[in-house]
Nanobody, 124 residues
Framework: QVHLVESGGGAVQPGGSLRLSCVVS????????MAWFRQALGKEREFVAA?????GTTTSVKGRFTFSRDNGANTAYLQMTSLEPEDTAVYYC????????????????????WGQGTQVTVSS
């Protein structure tokens, strides 16, 4: 069973940066499709970024967010830069089958394991 623990959230001013971490246990991170979703207060959960087992990445926040992984540390990361107030949300790490295809990456129902979430607040 895959267990995910997120960290790295916090409060930053607009234009600031944060790096979220997701430590994986139970499986190797490179055998999984990993993703980040976020949910703002009163809104639906939305896809942020994913990394396939092959290492290919996709993101809905192009140019500002970068998804990476450290196979040795069995950890996935979301580097967020130029943060905006609209990025305020609870960010969730998710893991799914390593065979997920690109067209299915942005759907939360395709992920079997979820972390507890970490709050990101962007405010001046």
């Amino acid at each position: 069973q895959v267990h995910l623990v997120e960290s790295g959230g916090g409060a930053v001013q607009p234009g600031g940066s944060l790096r979220l971490s997701c430590v994986v246990s139970g499986r190797t991170v490179r055998s999984l499709t990993m993703a980040w979703f976020r949910q703002a207060l009163g809104k639906e959960r939305e896809f942020v970024a994913a990394i396939k087992s092959s290492g290919g990445t996709t993101t809905s926040v192009k140019g500002r967010f970068t998804f990476s992984r450290d196979n040795g540390a069995n950890t996935a990361y979301l580097q967020m830069t130029s943060l905006e107030p609209e990025d305020t949300a609870v960010y969730y790490c998710a893991a799914g089958s390593g065979s997920l295809i690109t067209s299915s990456l942005r759907y939360a129902s395709n992920y079997d394991s979820w972390g507890q979430g970490t709050q990101v607040t962007v405010s001046s």
